[in-house]
């Protein structure tokens, strides 16, 4: 049930993360969760796009060293302590999760995207906790 994740680094000047979404908008491809961290001089961005093979190869195409990962996407309770619906099932089998952020406009439903240590078994884990998990089906939303 993994989906595809792509990262890059970026140049961390104005306009650097703007010229990848025109890339990307300009081949009609849409960006569902995104993720941007920085450093002095470099920005580790992660993303999801709707269609990640062509994404990946419209930044290739522009000259960016990508990397395609797969991540979980699970939609999260949306109360007071609903993450732990996940995270906990996680904690007690000792599966990290080494990152985790939002999807963009998902209307009234919250799904994160996560970096796992072992994602077989994260995936086995959340089902058996009735977490629901997107495949493809993320790529439409």
């Known amino acids: ?6 990262s890059v680094s970026l140049e961390n000047v104005p306009g650097k993360l703007a010229e990848v979404s025109d890339y990307l908008g300009e081949n009609g491809i849409n960006i569902i969760a995104l993720s941007v961290a920085d450093t002095a001089d470099i920005s580790a961005v992660r993303f999801v796009a709707n269609d ?19 991540v979980l996407a699970v939609e999260a309770p949306n109360h007071p302590g609903g993450l ?28 994160l995207i996560m970096g ?17 998990m997107y495949d493809e089906e993320l790529y439409r939303l």
């Open 116 to 132: 796992v240590d072992r994602m077989e078994e994260a995936i086995q884990v959340l089902k058996k906790n009735w977490v629901h």
């Open 52 to 70: 990640p093979e062509k994404a990946a190869n419209v930044l290739r195409s522009h000259g960016y060293s990508i990397k395609i990962t797969e």
């Open 1 to 6: 049930m993994p989906v595809k994740q792509i």
């Open 84 to 111: 732990n619906a996940i995270l906990r099932p996680l904690k007690e089998v000792s599966i990290n999760v080494n990152y985790l952020y939002t999807c963009l406009g998902t209307g009234e439903k919250t799904v």
